[in-house]
């Protein structure tokens, strides 16, 4: 496909990490593409580069890394939805989802997401751009993104690394992205994952009543809730119970009357057991009885594949950690992995409380990092010497004052448009599919609005659009979820 060039750069700034690398601070590069989608063809421009962060006062304090897909036979924006998509860590690069999972291009890999080489990306016919135009916004840090620090000055960490800090300057950036790209009209939507789930969250509330921008929908993957997630309260232990079942039903470790059965018919027994029976007796801690501790360990043991002398020993609180060690330690010896449990390890010794490394995230970034730099330097043709930050640094991370649960339960609330789906892998040992579900019942405690709230689930990790079948499940859920929340010219009230 031919591609045509359009460069404008503006001026250049001084990285304050690498002083003898420069980057335009302001400015497009635009390539031209097509891919098919469901047997049809969609013309497309990708348009990326680095937009300025302004500070209150109209200084640029740092310059974001995008890349903005526009479907190109669209005449009128007015009803073409728009997705601003983000990723997690904090300090993660938005790759992961833009060439893996609603992009036009996707890694290559094989059907269940091991790398495959020589790396590389291919035409992604499962890419939501046939409904809807995407930009892939990397934070301060992440991606080619850095702050903008004047000679002899410091940096201040406190204007981007906290939860606060990311959701305040990411809302005024998105503010005049839309404007730059003539956007207000059409329905919006935001994407993140893992910790871009707690983004999001925030970001719902600060474009609504910052911003001024409201959103059609609210789109959480593999959501990570820090109310919830490490936090070891009785809450955190419990919640962990459905998944433990979902991996060990995986590797073949619970009896014979679960194994025998298909996944989504023991989940929900396993769910219900975790919420009516676990949590209350984790909650009693050393006060339970010795009869009701060793029946709930049992029980737990059941549904975990673990021994239950090893469930005594962890006081009923079994950390996931542990049980990635553990799980197949008398089996095989290999641990399995935290953001997908599918994946293997092999460590020194297998002795010990944890994994020595993370497998599927060491397997992940065979393929990832390889390919986002060739991508993005000979097909998105932005070229540069800066090191492209797959993780970058963002430490220390202010998480004080995490209301964003709250935050998008108010911007529900005010805009009766407004809906939520969270989509989540049942082998996600990290952020678990039910502690997902957890946050979704605890945004709205009144269940007022439980009906706009959807859920989704796939047979796979934290990625869960890295295995074929997945990527296919989820694009289209997408799809369902952008149709059924277009206002379709109705009134916004209750």
């Not at 000979?378 to 998480?399: A, C, H, I, Q, R």
Request: charged content about 25%.
């Amino acid at each position: 496909m031919k591609k045509t060039l359009f460069i404008l750069a503006l001026f250049c700034f001084q990285l304050n990490t690498a002083q003898d690398h420069r980057i335009p601070l302001d400015t497009i590069v635009t390539t031209t593409n097509s891919v098919v989608i469901k047997g049809k063809t969609v013309p497309y421009k990708a348009i990326t580069g680095m937009q300025p962060v302004w500070s209150d006062t109209g200084e640029i304090t740092a310059s974001l890394y995008y890349t903005y897909y526009k479907r190109s036979d669209v005449k009128n924006d007015e009803k073409r939805p728009i997705i601003m998509s983000f990723n997690g860590g904090p300090g993660s690069a938005s790759v992961w989802m833009h060439i893996a999972y609603t992009g036009p291009k996707v890694l290559k890999i094989d059907d269940e997401g091991f790398p495959v080489q020589p790396y590389g990306v291919k035409d992604n016919p499962n890419s939501i751009l046939d409904v809807a135009d995407i930009v892939y916004i990397n934070p301060v840090n992440t991606g080619y993104s850095r702050p903008v620090v004047a000679k002899g000055k410091k940096l201040d960490k406190s204007k981007f690394f906290g939860i606060n800090a990311d959701i305040k300057y990411l809302a005024s950036w998105l503010n005049t992205f839309i404007t730059r790209n003539n956007r207000w009209k059409s329905p919006k939507y935001i994407i993140g994952e893992s910790y871009g789930g707690t983004r999001v969250m925030g970001l719902a509330a600060e474009l609504q009543n910052k911003q001024w921008m409201y959103l059609n929908g609210v789109i959480m993957v593999s959501p990570a809730d820090y109310k919830v997630l490490r936090t070891e309260s009785s809450v955190d232990y419990a919640l962990n119970l459905p998944y433990f079942t979902a991996a060990a039903w995986y590797h073949k470790m619970l009896s014979p009357a679960l194994q025998n059965k298909e996944l989504l018919e023991i989940l929900p027994e396993s769910e219900k057991y975790a919420i009516n029976n676990l949590l209350p007796a984790i909650a009693k801690g050393g006060f339970i009885s010795e009869d009701e501790k060793n029946k709930v360990a049992e029980k737990v043991a059941y549904y975990s594949g673990l021994d239950k002398k090893v469930i005594l020993q962890n006081n009923l609180e079994v950390a996931p950690s542990f049980f990635w060690k553990e799980l197949l330690r008398d089996k095989t010896g290999h641990t399995i992995g935290r953001l997908d449990s599918r994946y293997l390890g092999i460590d020194k010794r297998e002795i010990g409380i944890k994994p020595d490394f993370n497998s599927e995230l060491t397997s992940w970034l065979h393929s990832f990092t390889p390919a986002i730099n060739y991508y993005i330097r000979e097909e998105l043709n932005f070229k540069t010497d800066v090191k492209y930050n797959v993780f970058g640094p963002v430490s220390p991370w202010d998480n004080t004052n995490n209301n964003v649960r709250e935050g998008l339960r108010q911007a529900m609330a005010q805009n009766p448009f407004l809906k939520v789906l969270v989509q989540s892998g049942y082998y996600d040992g990290a952020t678990t599919y039910f502690s997902a579900k957890y946050t979704m019942w605890k945004t709205d405690p009144s269940g007022k609005m439980k009906d706009r709230f959807f859920f989704k689930g796939y047979k796979s990790g934290h990625m869960m659009y890295l295995r074929n079948e997945d990527l296919q499940k989820a694009n289209n859920d997408l799809r369902t979820f952008i149709s059924n929340s277009l206002s379709k010219e109705t009134s916004a009230k209750y």
